[in-house]
């Protein structure tokens, strides 16, 4: 992407402070607790203005909040320096517009075009975060506090839940082996020793296999108080929910999922809304990723890894078969 991209609204790094968090943390010292946010948003004008609030009004806001603009063309660049005006933590990169929305990789691009912005060595922890959610007032506190209980905690998040068209709260039956893409809260060390996100679908899957793997943990918490609401249901796009199942089963074959494991949740996702048809996009992604020789993710032994895993949890269960994972795999200084 050409440099100018992201110059026209950079010009606020200068006043955005890069860690205000309370405490006695040395100039160029990060603050205990100190964290950024980064989030990659395009033609988020009907939910924006909720995310922003629920964030700033955190009862532990962000030190600092980079949004990059991925070439939105509804009103998202007028909220979004509505609200700069009146926050010094928010700091705005706008982007091209492309001309469509880019999920996965293109999130990823974005993602990344904002963190170059920050001095990431100042703040512990960092959060990838989308611009379509509800937080609990409470949300940065408690993670923050759930990492300060578990030093193997590498990433964590709250659940998500979606309010369905008859006004009845729908969770997105998010297991809690995983932090969850829209929210992606980590520890800074654990970020920096996996290598960050790849730019691919799955990425939101291959950051906590690749965690685990070296010995850290990744969470969903399920408690109340971290439970948000995800004002685009999880799976939906601009092209519709089936577009979503099919790019999940796409993914599902780039990370090497093992296919018996795969077709095991495609029929899970059967039995839920859109029903039948949501689980066979599923299967028609899988499906034509391998017939056309699609690439896969080139860590052979992260993809074995992951099959070995998705085998073990098919006999198991998921909660065993993490926990005998994170048994073989421990940190030193850890236990």
Request: glycine letters at 10%.
């Amino acid at each position: 992407m050409a440099e100018s991209d992201a110059t026209a609204d950079t010009a606020r790094e200068d006043e955005a402070p890069e860690a205000s968090a309370s405490g006695d943390a040395a100039p160029g010292t990060p603050a205990s607790d100190a964290y950024v946010l980064i989030t990659p948003c395009r033609n988020e004008a009907a939910h924006a203005r909720r995310t922003l609030d629920s964030v700033l009004g955190q009862t532990r806001p962000p030190d600092l909040w980079v949004i990059v603009d991925d070439g939105s063309t509804d009103g998202t660049p007028g909220i979004l320096a509505d609200y700069a005006a009146r926050h010094p933590s928010l700091r705005i990169v706008r982007r091209q517009d492309r001309g469509r929305r880019a999920v996965g990789p293109g999130v990823i691009e974005a993602f990344y075009e904002g963190l170059a912005t920050v001095d990431l060595a100042r703040f512990p922890f960092l959060c990838k975060l989308d611009l379509d959610l509800e937080l609990p007032p409470g949300y940065f506190e408690g993670l923050i506090a759930r990492m300060r209980a578990d030093p193997r905690l590498g990433t964590c998040s709250g659940m998500p839940w979606f309010t369905a068209p008859s006004g009845r709260r729908v969770s997105e039956k998010c297991g809690p082996e995983m932090s969850v893409g829209m929210t992606k809260f980590y520890r800074r060390e654990c970020f920096e020793e996996i290598g960050g996100f790849v730019r691919a679908v799955m990425w939101d899957a291959i950051d906590c296999h690749t965690a685990r793997r070296l010995g850290w943990t990744a969470r969903a918490f399920a408690d109340a108080g971290l439970a948000f609401e995800h004002l685009r249901p999880m799976g939906s796009s601009e092209k519709g929910v089936l577009t979503g199942r099919r790019r999940h089963g796409a993914g599902q074959y780039y990370m090497g999922s093992d296919p018996l494991y795969f077709a095991a949740t495609a029929i899970y996702r059967m039995a839920h809304p859109p029903y039948l048809l949501g689980g066979l996009a599923m299967l028609r992604g899988y499906a034509g990723a391998w017939a056309s020789g699609a690439p896969r993710h080139e860590d052979a032994a992260l993809r074995a890894f992951i099959r070995a895993y998705q085998r073990r949890a098919l006999r198991v269960g998921k909660a065993r078969a993490v926990a005998e994972i994170e048994a073989r795999h421990r940190r030193p200084g850890t236990d």
